[in-house]
């Protein structure tokens, strides 16, 4: 069962926008702080926005803040990205995450546990 499915990748020029969206179920939704993660052209995957279950609270990453909005839509079960004025160091593919610890949402030790597919993002410039 795919908890987690992400679209609205794309390509798009530097200075642009896109917004991802990640379709999940209620139960998720309300069970799991959730956000999104990247890996680009460096080793590893990195965090880059999270939302706690309640819906109250938001972290960014220093890269994206300021750029990148994360936020849900509980009536369609669906968590989103917002990304502004994209560079080229923001290419790369973007993973919607979730586990029930709120630490490991944002942590640089420590990955989600639950982790959709994927979907690319590339940035020209």
């Known amino acids: 069962q795919v908890l987690l499915e992400e679209s609205g990748g794309g390509s798009v020029q530097a200075g642009g926008s896109l917004r991802l969206s990640c379709a999940t179920t209620?139960?998720?939704?309300?069970?799991?702080?959730m956000g999104w993660w990247r890996q680009g052209s460096e080793p590893g995957r990195e965090f880059v926005a999270g939302l706690r279950k309640d819906g109250g609270t938001t972290r960014y990453s220093d890269s994206v803040k300021g750029r990148f909005t994360i936020s849900r839509d509980d009536a369609k079960n669906m968590l989103f990205l917002e990304m502004n004025d994209l560079n080229a160091d923001d290419t790369g593919v973007y993973f919607c995450v979730g586990d029930v610890a709120w630490s490991r949402i944002y942590s640089s030790d420590f990955e989600p546990v639950y982790w959709g597919l994927g979907a690319r993002v590339t940035v020209s410039s």
């Open positions: 209620a139960r998720f939704l309300s069970s799991y702080h």
